[in-house]
């Protein structure tokens, strides 16, 4: 006998008991601390803070242990807290030139001024795992070296001042907020970008490998790769002047990409920007192939009909929790749709067997 | 969560405004959709996030709130989505229908007609009704702007020369006031005639997809049709197994592995009411009328 399904409430309150257990495991294994996270899953961290779009290491840390490790879960941890958070103003733009840098590459020039600087990269290591991590008690310290005085500027300035870079006329303008204002196509530049930087980091890794492979194909060089950390000065309506009020870690990658010309512009090198929150270069990359991708209006170039190309498609789908969300939902009850849907099926079959019978009968 | 550290209903009296605003420009272009800047809720997009916002910005303290899911009060989703707003807004919360000021739903309208005192949220997947025929944004703005609904026809066209019927059943597509084509939420087709004239406020909300859009009361909502193919609400041929209602909306119940079924109303407070007067259905335990 059916009894309707009542206890939605107690179900619910049971399965979050029972997740509060699961994220805390075997409770004779010591429990993470937001520390360890914070310090020993750096990368984790930035990529919730990038996606997250909340500069902030302890709640990252914190949401990721929340997540169980489940970063896309952590990342709308930091988004629904992110939204409830008072705006105080506007910082003034980061100024990279004089970021203290930690990794500095260009793939263009083999010395730039300000030098090549390796920093702390996965490159060139050998993909071994390394089973003395297993054991405890490291703590390895690396050689150390006073930081070049000398300053690093932007390699792409340097092909800017021969002439050969697209200009990039300096603009004033507020650029719009994502997050204040509803997504409108045509989205220009500063939008698509900020909408990259707090993309997911495998969509446009995906969409940044599917131009490379062809589809929308501009060939990228990685112009410089910069890693550092950058002051953020705010101005204080009181005060009448800007302060630093404290700095955060960018990863900036230009790109230079070879542009033959078109009707309106005389061949030269044009630009892909990519800049991300924390040390984050895979999406940084991505973000600046995305981003030379999307420019093909603007730049003259034909449309392929390549999905990088197509900034509909890509704005629209590359926010991980709008998709996630969206995807996820189908668990839940569709059953007066369903039911639809069982006598629609259910009326046509009727339908068509009468008709087949008719056909027979004739 | 501490509940103190938020504002009443949860979202900021700024963002409750703009919600507003949006929903206002709604009530004045029936059947349009606004494009509003919606907010990451502690919810998923899809699962209600667009008619949260609705409600917590339509929501004062003397309101009585319902939130039902597939018609039901009790279904996980709604029972989420009222403990929110239990939380957030400290409002009273109801399942009778009758004694709601707001309801919040997800793929019904109530049985029972809902009255000038009333304000019913709808939670919307997909706000679009050309989605599926044209993918692009930019397009399905410039074909509503220029009442461009040919392909709309086409397509309902198309489905009664294949299939001999249009092959819509739920979230089927409405005109409002004679001007915007609108989808009504996936709502079964059951529900489109309740859209029209109906005497409360009718809000919708898509969060993920940054839209709201409304039929203020006595509106005339058309489900789209042909003249030798009218359109026809329909539901299971069968009375309610509860309460014996006839015109009441069913779910259909898998009662044994041997092809056992019952039928039930989906609205759980309807069928609930209408026991509680008495009325019996074919599977009704003996002596429950009382």
């Known amino acids: ?362 | 969560m501490s509940e103190a550290a938020y504002n009443f209903a949860y979202l900021d009296e700024a963002t409750k405004r703009m919600i507003r605003r949006a929903l206002l420009k709604g009530l004045a272009i029936p059947g349009y959709q606004v494009p509003f800047a919606s907010r990451e809720m502690p919810m998923p997009y899809g699962w209600g996030t667009g008619g949260v916002q609705v409600t917590a910005a339509c929501l004062t303290p003397e309101d009585c709130l319902k939130v039902i899911d597939q018609g039901a009060d009790d279904t996980t989703n709604a029972v989420s989505i009222r403990k929110f707003f239990e939380r957030t807004a400290g409002v009273a919360t109801s399942e009778h229908t009758a004694a709601a000021s707001v309801i919040q739903t997800r793929h019904r309208i109530p049985e029972q007609a809902l009255t000038e005192r009333q304000i019913l949220v709808y939670q919307v997947p997909i706000p679009e009704p050309l989605r599926f025929l044209e993918p692009r944004e930019s397009e399905t703005r410039k074909m509503h702007a220029l009442e461009e609904y040919g392909l709309m026809h086409v397509k309902l066209y198309e489905d009664i020369a294949r299939h001999g019927a249009i092959a819509t059943s739920y979230a089927y597509p409405v005109r409002v006031e004679g001007r915007y084509v609108m989808d009504p939420s996936p709502i079964p087709k059951f529900d489109n005639p309740k859209l029209g004239g109906m005497a409360a406020i009718q809000l919708f909300g898509a969060g993920r997809e940054q839209r709201i859009y409304a039929v203020p009361p006595y509106t005339r909502v058309v489900s789209l049709d042909f003249e030798d193919h009218p359109f026809e609400a329909s539901k299971a041929a069968h009375d309610c197994d509860l309460c014996g209602a006839a015109h009441s909306y069913l779910d259909e119940v898998i009662t044994d592995d041997k092809g056992g079924r019952m039928f039930v109303c989906s609205d759980t407070d309807f069928c609930a009411m209408r026991r509680a007067e008495g009325h019996v259905g074919r599977l009704s335990p003996k002596g429950a009328a009382a």
């Not at chain 1, 930690?102 to 730039?112: G, H, L, Y």
């Not at chain 1, 030269?268 to 030379?292: C, N, P």
């Not at chain 1, 629209?316 to 998709?323: E, K, L, P, R, T």
């Open chain 1, 1 to 362: 006998m059916y009894v309707a399904t009542k206890g939605g409430e107690r179900a619910i309150d049971a399965a979050h008991q029972w997740l509060a257990e699961e994220r805390r495991g075997d409770p004779s294994a010591p429990e993470l601390t937001i520390v360890q996270i914070r310090e020993q899953m750096a990368l984790a961290v930035n990529r919730v803070m990038a996606e997250g779009s909340l500069y902030d290491r302890d709640l990252a840390a914190l949401a990721i242990k929340q997540a169980r490790g489940d970063l896309i879960e952590a990342i709308f941890l930091i988004r629904a807290y992110r939204t409830t958070l008072p705006r105080f103003g506007a910082s003034q733009p980061v100024d990279t030139d004089a970021m203290a840098l930690s990794r500095r590459i260009s793939a263009t020039f083999k010395d730039a001024p300000g030098g090549q600087v390796l920093g702390p990269t996965f490159d060139y290591t050998h993909r071994l795992l390394d089973f003395t991590l297993m054991a405890e008690g490291e703590a390895p310290q690396a050689a150390r070296k006073p930081a070049d005085p000398a300053p690093a500027p932007h390699i792409l300035q340097l092909l800017d001042r021969d002439g050969l870079m697209e200009p990039l006329p300096a603009s004033d303008e507020t650029p719009p907020d994502l997050t204040r204002e509803p997504l409108e196509m045509p989205a220009d530049r500063p939008l698509r970008l900020q909408a990259l930087a707090r993309g997911d980091e495998g969509f446009v890794l995906s969409m940044a490998y599917s131009t490379q492979r062809g589809y929308g194909r501009t060939h990228a060089f990685v112009g410089e790769l910069r890693i550092g950390t950058c002051a953020v000065d705010m101005e204080i309506p009181e005060l009448g002047f800007a302060i630093e009020i404290g700095e955060i870690e960018l990863t900036e990658c230009e790109t230079v990409n070879q542009f033959t010309g078109s009707k309106t512009e005389p061949p030269q090198f044009t630009r892909g920007y990519g800049l991300v929150m924390g040390q984050s270069e895979r999406k940084a990359i991505s973000m600046s192939l995305v981003d030379r991708a999307l420019r093909w209006a603007e730049l003259g170039e034909d449309d392929m009909g390549a999905p990088a190309q197509d900034a509909e498609f890509v704005l629209y789908h590359c926010d991980n929790i709008q998709a996630t969300g969206f995807l996820e939902h189908i668990k839940l009850p569709h059953y007066v749709d369903f039911q639809s849907e069982l006598e629609l099926i259910r009326k046509l079959r009727r339908d068509a067997g009468a008709e087949t019978c008719k056909e027979a009968a004739e």
